[in-house]
C-alpha cells in the first residue's frame, strides 16, 4: 500500500490494479467480480496486480455491481435461553450450515426470532437487502415469518417441513418413517403398555413422530398414551412422573427426542423402575449424550448435520435457478441398552 501525505495508508485502486497489469478499469471489475468473460492470461495479469498491491475489493461497491451481498440469514425462532441452552441441535445446524456457507465464500447472519420485536426487525432486514438467502430453523405454526419471507420472494430454505402451509422448499428428516421404527422395536420385544411424550404440537417434528407411533400402534391390541413436553429435558421429566400417576404399569415408552428422554430416565430411576427391565425406552435424534446415559440410550438416528448441509446446497442451488423440491432423509434405529 502506498502512503497519504498524511501517513496513512492509502488502499489500492482498480485503477492501479489495471495500470499495474496493462489493462482497463472495467477488466479488473470483471475479473474481481468473478465474471467469466475475461481470458485465461488476462486473469492471471490481474490477479498477479491484485497480489502485488495488496488490493482488497469493496464489498459496498461490489454488491452495487453484483446485485449480491454473498450474505446468508440463518434464523432461528426460539428465544436465546433456548437456543443457547444445553439442546445440542441448535449448535449442530448452526456450525454445519455456517461451515458449508462459508466453503462457499458465503457470510452467515445468525438472527435470533424469539419475541414479536425481533420478529418485525428481521422482516425488515431481510425486505432491506441485506442478505441473498434465508436458511429457517425451527419454525412453530404460529410464526408469521414463513409466510412474510415467502411474499418477499428471497431465496428461502426451511429445516424441516413449515408447520404453516407456505411455498417455501425444506430439507426434512423421515419421522414418521423414524418413529415407527421405535414402536416396532418396542413392540417386537413383547412390550404391552407402550406410551409416549410427543415434542410440541406445533411443530413438524413433534406432530410426525408422534402421527408415527400412532400409525406403529394402529393394528396392534396396544392403545396410545399420550403426554406432551416442548423437546427440552425439564419436560422429559415432567412428562415421565405424569405418564406413571396415569397408568403405573406402563412398560414403554417412545420419547420424541433425545433430551426428553434424559429427563424421563431419570424421573424413573427416582420413581424406582428399571431401564429396560420395568421400562424401555427410546428417543429420537441419536445426540451425542445418548451414548452415555445410564442405560445407553436405543434411539432414532436423525442427521443433523446431513440435514443442515442438504439445506444449504438447496438454497445455493435456487440462486442457479435450480429445483425447489423438497428433500427427505432416512433416518435409522439405533439399539442400545435402555431398550
Do not use: C, W
Not at 475475461?38 to 486473469?43: D, K, L, N
Not at 449424550?289 to 443442515?308: D, F, G, N, S
Amino acid at each position: 500500500m502506498q502512503r497519504s501525505a498524511g501517513g496513512r495508508m492509502k488502499r489500492p485502486t482498480l485503477e492501479a490494479v489495471a495500470a499495474r497489469a496493462g489493462v482497463s478499469r472495467a477488466t479488473v471489475s470483471r475479473v474481481v467480480n468473478g465474471q467469466m468473460t475475461v481470458t485465461p492470461q488476462i486473469r492471471d495479469a490481474v490477479m498477479r496486480a491484485v497480489d502485488e498491491l495488496g488490493y482488497v475489493p469493496n464489498s459496498a461497491a461490489r454488491s452495487l455491481v453484483t446485485q449480491r451481498t454473498d450474505s446468508i440469514a440463518l434464523v432461528v425462532s426460539e428465544p436465546s435461553t433456548r437456543v443457547f441452552s444445553d439442546d445440542p441441535m441448535f449448535s449442530t445446524v448452526i456450525r454445519a450450515a455456517s461451515l458449508e456457507l462459508e466453503a462457499s465464500d458465503k457470510q452467515v447472519v445468525l438472527m435470533l426470532a424469539g419475541s414479536p420485536e425481533s420478529h418485525s426487525r428481521i422482516e425488515r432486514y431481510i425486505a432491506s437487502g441485506h442478505v441473498d438467502g434465508v436458511m429457517l430453523i425451527s419454525m412453530h405454526g404460529a410464526d408469521p415469518l414463513p409466510a412474510a419471507i415467502a411474499r418477499m420472494g428471497v431465496p428461502t430454505v426451511s429445516y424441516g417441513r413449515p408447520a404453516v402451509p407456505v411455498p417455501l422448499p425444506y430439507v426434512d428428516n423421515d419421522n414418521i418413517g423414524g418413529a415407527e421404527k421405535a414402536v416396532r422395536h418396542l413392540l417386537e420385544r413383547g412390550r404391552r403398555r407402550i406410551a409416549t411424550i410427543a415434542g410440541p404440537q406445533d411443530m413438524i417434528g413433534g406432530q410426525d413422530r408422534l402421527t408415527g407411533y400412532r400409525n406403529a400402534l394402529r393394528d396392534s391390541d396396544r392403545r396410545s398414551i399420550v403426554a406432551i413436553g416442548d423437546f427440552t429435558r425439564e419436560s422429559g421429566a415432567i412428562a415421565m412422573r405424569q405418564l406413571l400417576e396415569d397408568d403405573p404399569g406402563l412398560d414403554a415408552v417412545f420419547i420424541g427426542n433425545d433430551l426428553m428422554a434424559i429427563g424421563a430416565l431419570q424421573s424413573l430411576r427416582l420413581s424406582g423402575r428399571r431401564v429396560p427391565d420395568d421400562v424401555a425406552v427410546v428417543g429420537f435424534d441419536d445426540i451425542e449424550a445418548a451414548r452415555y446415559t445410564e442405560p445407553p440410550l436405543t434411539t432414532v438416528r436423525h442427521p443433523i448435520i446431513e440435514q443442515a448441509n442438504a439445506m444449504v446446497r438447496l438454497l445455493l442451488g435456487l440462486f442457479q435457478g435450480g429445483p425447489a423440491d423438497p428433500v427427505i432423509l432416512p433416518t435409522e434405529l439405533v439399539v442400545r441398552e435402555s431398550a
